[in-house]
C-alpha cells in the first residue's frame, strides 16, 4: 500500500465526552476507493470515531490525517470543503426544510454553482422518490426517504470520504440492500471512500473491502471483509455469532 | 359600532407594533433557543442613538437610519461579547444573563440621558383621519403598518429566497448538522441577533412617540405585551408572531376601549396565563416538526 492510496489515517487517537475517554490509542487506516466496515457492540466508541474524524468531538490525543495533510485544528465547516462528508447517526435530516432545501443545504458552500446544480440533479436521478417530494418536509418522509435525502445531501458535495452512521438503523430489510447497493455503486463508479460504521454486521460486511471491529474504545481487529465474513472463527472471537 | 370600528383600527396599529417587536423573540429564540428578556432594554438604547443623532442633526430620518444601524450592531455586541459564553447547558443562566443585561442597559442609559422622559417626534402627523365622521388611521399609524409590512416581507424574502436564509434556518433548526455541510453557525447566529435587534429597535422607534415618550424603561410593559404576543403565536413561528401581535394589541385596544387603561396590563397577563395553560407551544408550534 503506498501513502497515495491511504486517504486517512488515524495514529494513536483519543477522545471523549469530559474526562472519561471513549476512544482510546485508535490507530486505523483506510484505503482510497474502498469501503471500511467499522463495527461493535452499543458503547464501543463507532460513533465517536466518527465525531471525531469529523470534528465534532476534539480528540485529546494522537493524529488524523486526511489526504496527506493533518486535520488539527481544521474547523468542522472546513471539512466538507476537503471532500469529507459525514452523515450523523439519525440521518441528521433538517426535519422543518422541505427536500429541496435540505438538499441545496448540502452545496451552499461550493463556489461552482453550476456544477452544485448538476450534482443536485443526479442526486434527483439516483434517488426517484426525492424528485417526486420536492417540496415535502422532512418530518413527513419515511425513514427510507430520509436515509436517501441524508445520503443524498451528502453526494451534492461530491465528497471523497463519507462517513456513514448506523445507515440501516430501523429500516426495512429490502431498503437497507438498496442502500448497500448504492454505497457498491458509487465505489465503483465514482471511486468514493465510504467508512461504515453499521451495527448491522451482515449487512455491513456484504458491501464492505475492509472492516474493523470495536470494543470498549479500541480497536480489536483489522482485516478483510471477506475474511471476517467467511472465518467463522474469527467472526464467533470479535463479533459473537 | 363607531367606536369598535375605531378601536379596531388603534388595535391593529398597536398590534403591527407588537408583531414587529415579538418577531424579534421569535428570531432570537428560533436562532439560540434563547427567550431575550434584553430585548427591550436593547431596543431602547438603539432608540437613545437614533434620538442622538436626531438631536444633533435636526433629520429624523437619519435618526431612525442610525437607531436601526445601532441595533444591528447591539446585537453583534450582545451576541459576540455576552451571549456566546454563556453556559447554555441551562435556560436558568441564559434568562439570569438577559436579566443582568436589562439592569446594566438601562442604568447606563440613565447615567448618560438621565430618568426624565425625552419628547419622541413622528415624521408623519398622529391625527387620525376620518372616513365620514368616523376618525380611523393617521398617516402615522400608515406609515408604522408600511414600515411593519415592509419588514416582514423582507424577512420572509430572506428566510425563503435566498441562500443566507436557508443558511440562517437550517442553523436554527439543526446547528450540527449544519456545521458538517459547511455552514458557519457561529456567524448566522450573529446574523440573528443582529436582525432580531435591528427589528426590535424598529418596533422601538415606531411605538415609543405613541407612549410617554423616551426613557430607559420605555419598553417594559412594551416587552410584556410582546413577549404574550410571541407566545401566543409560538415563539418559533415568524407567522405566529404577527397574528399573536395583532391579535393582542386587538385585545388592547379593546379592553382599553370599553373597560379602561387600567385594566390593560391584567388583560394581557390573562392571555398569557391562558395560552400557557392551554395550549403553552402557542397557536402555531411546529411541534410535529421538531420531533420528527
Known sequence: ?241 | MDRFVFLTFDGLSKGAVLAAFALALVLIWRAARIVNFAQGAMAVAAAYAGYSVTSATGSYWLGFAAALVGGLLIGVVVERAVMRFVDHSSPLSEVIVALGLVLVVQAVLGMVYGNEFLPAGTPFSRNALSVGDVPLLSRYDLFVFGAVLLVLLGLALLFTRTSVGLRMRASAFAPEVSRLLGVNVGGMLTLGWALASAVGALAALLVIPTELGLHPHAMDLVFVSAFTAAVVGGLDSPPGAVVGGLTVGLILSYVSGYLGSDVTPMAVLVLLLAVLLVRPGGLFSSTVARQA
Open chain 1, 1 to 241: 500500500m503506498t501513502a497515495d492510496d491511504v486517504i486517512l489515517q488515524v495514529k494513536g487517537l483519543t477522545a471523549g465526552y469530559g474526562a472519561a475517554p471513549v476512544l482510546q490509542e485508535v490507530d486505523l487506516t483506510v484505503r482510497a476507493g474502498t469501503i471500511a466496515a467499522v463495527l461493535g457492540a452499543n458503547g464501543a466508541g463507532k460513533t465517536t470515531l466518527l465525531r471525531t474524524l469529523s470534528g465534532l468531538v476534539r480528540p485529546s490525543g494522537g493524529e488524523i490525517v486526511y489526504g496527506g495533510q493533518p486535520l488539527r485544528d481544521v474547523p468542522v465547516e472546513q471539512l466538507v470543503r476537503r471532500g469529507m462528508a459525514h452523515v450523523p447517526e439519525g440521518r441528521g435530516v433538517v426535519a422543518e426544510l422541505t427536500v429541496d432545501e435540505n438538499l441545496r443545504l448540502g452545496g451552499l458552500w461550493r463556489r461552482d454553482r453550476e456544477d452544485a446544480a448538476k450534482a443536485l440533479t443526479e442526486v434527483y436521478e439516483l434517488f426517484e422518490p426525492l424528485a417526486q417530494r420536492r417540496r415535502s418536509a422532512g418530518h413527513q418522509l419515511s425513514g427510507g426517504e430520509r436515509q436517501m435525502l441524508a445520503l443524498g445531501r451528502a453526494l451534492v458535495a461530491r465528497p471523497k470520504l463519507l462517513l456513514l452512521d448506523e445507515p440501516s438503523l430501523g429500516l426495512a430489510p429490502r431498503v437497507i440492500a438498496q442502500i448497500m447497493a448504492l454505497l457498491r455503486q458509487l465505489r465503483d463508479s465514482t471511486g468514493l471512500t465510504v467508512l461504515l460504521v453499521e451495527q448491522n454486521v451482515r449487512s455491513a460486511l456484504s458491501v464492505a473491502d475492509e472492516a474493523v471491529v470495536m470494543s470498549l474504545g479500541r480497536i480489536v481487529t483489522a482485516t478483510s471483509a471477506d475474511r471476517l465474513r467467511d472465518d467463522e472463527e474469527l467472526r464467533h472471537a470479535y463479533l459473537g455469532f
